[in-house]
């Protein structure tokens, strides 16, 4: 059964540059209260939004969920 609930999860999307500051932008968010829903540091979302880095695991299924549920989901 485990296996099959596995199989029906959607994958996560990638989120570049462009999507996470949509997102931001979105949500009126200043970065670093992004940053403070997401547990990370402001110069992380910073990089996210530069290129420089791309978000984890966690991270990335945070941004997902935001995207989907939308704030309340994250507070």
Known sequence: MRE????????????DAERIRGL???YR?????LASLLNTSAS????????DKHPSGPSQKLLNLLERKGLDALI
């Open 44 to 51: 992380a979302v910073r990089q996210w939004e530069q290129g």
């Open 29 to 33: 968010l200043s970065q670093t209260v």
């Open 24 to 26: 931001r932008e979105r």
């Open 4 to 15: 099959y609930d596995a199989l029906c999860l959607k994958a996560i999307p990638d989120y």
